[in-house]
């Protein structure tokens, strides 16, 4: 059975910082209170340009070139997301489209921020089983589009950007070992987008409510994070043979530095042991862990062999945790550039609108 390895990463966010001052204009709040209650000080904000795809293609880039690998070898791509552009087409086809990979199937899974981590036993799954080699798993996320920025509760909270690491079969043990996935949908009501899905469709009604925005009872959602954490956590390492001591690193999703302190403290780990960046890039959803990742790694955190356990909360009420033993890139060393071929996948796409356009003059429309 081969294992499934954590190869490449990669990060992108948007240009635009909003600080806690800036919000402080928009909304009755202040630096210090944000900054006590949540450990935030800035969130990056996505221009017109800077969609979910784009963030998540350019993150895909960074993590395939890290694995030393093209687009063309990718056999899936797999977007989590809470902020998808579409209902459908699924993001993750717009970022297949953005980096040209030929070969890739591609679709989105929601489980809001704990998406990373389905997203990522799934990619390891597929990758155990045989069935496929290599996976692309990208958390991509415009979360600002869904954020009212007249609402205290929720708009000092989130951010955008997007994060991708690419999984890889391999004969070596290692990689990804277990993880634990966990739902409780009585609890969707404490954090949601009420409009725009089936159940309540746009209308003007729904625009004039504001029910297009992201919805929260902050103290429900605080009160669970904290009661789940570090359960999770614990589940995921016990299940890979792993003791809390034996740990090198916890990756938490980057919600609120309270939740992250409360878990340290329930799992009996000093804070050292947990990567915070939260304070930069606020809650950016699926793509905190990744985002998280890159850094860790940056700053020498995480390094090859080190145990790692990725965690995470969110809407739904979803959760989930998952083991690993980082890897790095497996492939021998050579300098692949995957952005390169940005210009090849664009020509590619104008390319494949323009045959089928051609296709439908030629031999016309009907089946
Ligand atoms: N600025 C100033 N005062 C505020 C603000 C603000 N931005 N927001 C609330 N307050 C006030 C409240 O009105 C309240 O005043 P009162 O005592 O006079 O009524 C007081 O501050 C305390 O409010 P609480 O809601 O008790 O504040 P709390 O300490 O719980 O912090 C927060 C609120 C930050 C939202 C916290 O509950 C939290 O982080 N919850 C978890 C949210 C979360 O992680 N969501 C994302 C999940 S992941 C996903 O799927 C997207």
Same mark, same amino acid.
């Given at each position: 059975?081969?294992?499934? !390895?954590?190869?490449?990463?990669?990060?992108?966010?948007?240009?635009?910082?909003?600080?806690?001052?800036?919000?402080?204009?928009?909304?009755?709040?202040?630096?210090?209170?944000?900054?006590?209650?949540?450990?935030?000080?800035?969130?990056?904000?996505?221009?017109?340009?800077?969609?979910?795809?784009?963030?998540?293609?350019?993150?895909?880039?960074?993590?395939?070139?890290?694995?030393?690998?093209?687009?063309?070898?990718?056999?899936?791509?797999?977007?989590?997301?809470?902020?998808?552009?579409?209902?459908?087409?699924?993001?993750?086809?717009?970022?297949?489209?953005?980096?040209?990979?030929?070969?890739?199937?591609?679709?989105?899974?929601?489980?809001?921020?704990?998406?990373?981590?389905?997203?990522?036993?799934?990619?390891?799954?597929?990758?155990?089983?045989?069935?496929?080699?290599?996976?692309?798993?990208?958390?991509?996320?415009?979360?600002?589009?869904?954020?009212?920025?007249?609402?205290?509760?929720?708009?000092?909270?989130?951010?955008?950007?997007?994060?991708?690491?690419?999984?890889?079969? *391999?004969?070596?043990?290692?990689?990804?070992?277990?993880?634990?996935? !966990? *739902?409780?949908?009585?609890?969707?009501?404490?954090?949601?987008?009420?409009?725009?899905?089936?159940?309540?469709?746009?209308?003007?009604?729904?625009?004039?409510?504001?029910? !297009?925005?992201? !919805?929260?009872?902050?103290?429900?959602?605080?009160?669970?994070?904290?009661?789940?954490?570090?359960?999770?956590?614990?589940?995921?390492?016990?299940?890979?043979?792993?003791?809390?001591?034996?740990? *090198?690193?916890?990756?938490?999703?980057?919600?609120?530095?309270?939740?992250?302190?409360?878990?340290?403290?329930?799992?009996?780990?000093?804070?050292?042991?947990?990567?915070?960046?939260?304070?930069?890039?606020?809650?950016?959803?699926?793509? *905190?862990?990744?985002?998280?990742?890159?850094?860790?790694?940056?700053?020498?955190?995480?390094?090859?062999?080190?145990?790692?356990?990725?965690?995470?909360?969110?809407?739904?009420?979803?959760?989930?945790?998952?083991?690993?033993?980082?890897?790095?890139?497996?492939?021998?060393?050579?300098?692949?550039?995957?952005?390169?071929?940005?210009?090849?996948?664009?020509?590619?796409?104008?390319?494949?609108?323009?045959?089928?356009?051609?296709?439908?003059?030629?031999?016309?429309?009907?089946?």
């Amino acid at each position: 059975m081969p294992y499934a !390895h954590i190869t490449g990463w990669g990060m992108a966010v948007p240009n635009k910082v909003l600080t806690n001052d800036e919000l402080s204009k928009m909304v009755e709040t202040s630096d210090a209170w944000i900054r006590e209650r949540t450990g935030i000080r800035e969130r990056r904000i996505a221009s017109d340009s800077e969609t979910a795809s784009a963030l998540g293609a350019e993150a895909a880039f960074k993590a395939l070139s890290m694995a030393r690998l093209l687009p063309n070898q990718v056999d899936l791509i797999i977007c989590a997301t809470s902020s998808p552009e579409y209902i459908f087409p699924a993001t993750a086809s717009l970022i297949q489209d953005k980096l040209g990979a030929s070969n890739a199937g591609a679709f989105d899974l929601l489980a809001a921020c704990t998406g990373f981590i389905y997203a990522l036993d799934m990619a390891a799954q597929s990758i155990r089983s045989g069935a496929l080699k290599t996976v692309l798993v990208v958390g991509a996320e415009n979360l600002s589009r869904y954020t009212n920025y007249k609402d205290r509760n929720t708009c000092i909270l989130f951010g955008d950007g997007a994060g991708a690491f690419v999984l890889q079969a *391999s004969e070596k043990p290692g990689g990804v070992m277990r993880s634990v996935l !966990h *739902s409780d949908g009585s609890g969707g009501k404490f954090l949601f987008v009420p409009a725009s899905g089936s159940h309540s469709p746009a209308s003007e009604d729904t625009v004039r409510n504001g029910l !297009h925005f992201i !919805h929260m009872d902050g103290k429900e959602v605080f009160r669970f994070a904290t009661r789940v954490m570090a359960q999770a956590t614990l589940e995921a390492a016990e299940k890979s043979g792993w003791k809390p001591d034996e740990l *090198s690193l916890v990756i938490p999703h980057q919600a609120n530095i309270r939740i992250i302190e409360a878990a340290a403290r329930g799992l009996k780990m000093p804070m050292e042991k947990f990567f915070v960046n939260l304070e930069r890039y606020g809650n950016t959803s699926t793509a *905190s862990i990744p985002i998280a990742t890159v850094e860790a790694v940056q700053v020498g955190k995480l390094k090859p062999g080190d145990k790692v356990v990725f965690v995470g909360f969110g809407a739904g009420l979803t959760w989930g945790a998952l083991a690993a033993e980082w890897t790095g890139p497996i492939l021998p060393e050579r300098t692949i550039r995957a952005e390169w071929f940005k210009p090849f996948a664009r020509v590619r796409s104008l390319l494949r609108r323009l045959l089928r356009m051609l296709e439908g003059i030629l031999f016309g429309r009907e089946p």
